[in-house]
Nanobody, 125 residues
Framework: QVQLVESGGGLVQAGGSLRLSCAAS????????MGWFRQAPGKAREFVAALNWSGGTTYYADSVKGRFTISRDNAKNTVYLQMNSLKPEDTAVYFC??????????????????WGQGTQVTVSS
């Protein structure tokens, strides 16, 4: 079992920055991959970013590439999403997720077996 708790969401003006955190507990954190997804009102949940167990391999959606950075601190059991140059279209609930099987495609929602409760990010224009 893995428990995930996100934090760091809030209201920010366009062009601003936020850093989301996701604290994990349960299984050994350094043994599984992590991802961030988001869901805007009326839209499907979509992939944002992911990284493997060591953080040495990262993946980004085209819409956030160059603006967002995913990272992890295995000593703190935490994954981060640094979001810069935020746009109104980034407004969504952001979820972190754990892929513990070790073989899933990290850009695919269906690969993840544990999810946090989400944190709201609102970007005003």
């Amino acid at each position: 079992q893995v428990q995930l708790v996100e934090s760091g969401g809030g209201l920010v003006q366009a062009g601003g920055s936020l850093r989301l955190s996701c604290a994990a507990s349960g299984r050994t954190f350094s043994s599984y991959a992590m991802g961030w997804f988001r869901q805007a009102p009326g839209k499907a949940r979509e992939f944002v970013a992911a990284l493997n167990w060591s953080g040495g391999t990262t993946y980004y959606a085209d819409s956030v590439k160059g603006r967002f950075t995913i990272s992890r601190d295995n000593a703190k059991n935490t994954v981060y999403l640094q979001m810069n140059s935020l746009k109104p279209e980034d407004t969504a609930v952001y979820f972190c997720a754990a892929e513990t099987e070790g073989w899933g495609t990290l850009t695919a929602l269906r690969s993840y077996d544990y999810w946090g409760q989400g944190t709201q990010v609102t970007v005003s224009s």
